[in-house]
T-cell receptor, first 115, second 111 residues
């Protein structure tokens, strides 16, 4: 499967600031996704990162709060804007490889604590 | 809309004992089902998946799961667990392009 890395692995931020999380894949993939895992909770899809076009957001998530970039087929960023303590979560990117359809593989996650 | 139910939030078990983690999903014409494991402070690792074919699916680390269409279940089993299997386990169903996750089951293996 694809090797997925995320930066940073963890961070502690002050409320009102923004953090950009990077996701890098070692092969070209069409489908990339961003998920949020709140403390003690399951995963919820934030958006699908589309190469060459705007991201597609799920209900409850908006572009102003979670802007996403997808400049090429191996890279994406998620920004958490104007953070509040409620944004403290693990943020994970996932990919669906073109050659292993219907299956998503996840990165190691970014652990964010907002004070 | 698709949904996934993991009835057990925590399953304690002794080392070398068998274990079953339960997962039920809402009915659909066709489903793709997955089990992921999350070790402490790590991301999600794919354990196994059912896309089609044989209803008994074997995965990594000695885990297996059985797809039961009539009961809309996809329970995960292992005949003998190790301390290292202590982790959070998530069942997921693929709905269109996205994964819908269950609430997770914490497997706690005791010596």
């Amino acid at each position: 499967s694809a090797v997925i890395s995320q930066k940073p692995s963890r961070d502690i931020c002050q409320r009102g600031t923004s953090l950009t999380i990077q996701c890098q894949v070692d092969s070209q993939v069409t489908m990339m996704f961003w998920y949020r895992q709140q403390p003690g909770q399951s995963l919820t899809l934030i958006a699908t990162a589309n190469q060459g076009s705007e991201a597609t957001y799920e209900s409850g998530f908006v572009i102003d709060k979670f802007p996403i970039s997808r400049p090429n087929l191996t890279f994406s960023t998620l920004t958490v804007s104007n953070m509040s303590p409620e944004d403290s979560s693990i943020y994970l990117c996932s990919v669906e490889e073109d050659r292993v359809q219907e299956t998503q593989y996840f990165g190691p996650g970014t652990r964010l604590l907002v004070l | 809309a698709q949904s996934v139910t993991q009835l057990d939030s925590q399953v304690p078990v002794f080392e070398e004992a068998p274990v079953e983690l339960r997962c039920n999903y809402s009915s659909s014409v066709s489903v793709y089902l997955f089990w992921y494991v999350q070790y402490p402070n790590q991301g999600l690792q794919l354990l196994l998946k059912y896309l089609s074919g044989s209803t008994l699916v074997k995965g990594i680390n000695g885990f297996e799961a059985e797809f039961n269409k009539s009961q809309t279940s996809f329970h995960l089993r292992k005949p003998s667990v190790h301390i290292s299997d202590t982790a959070e386990y998530f069942c997921a169903v693929k709905s269109s392009y996205k994964l819908i996750f269950g609430s997770g089951t914490r497997l706690l293996v005791r010596p």
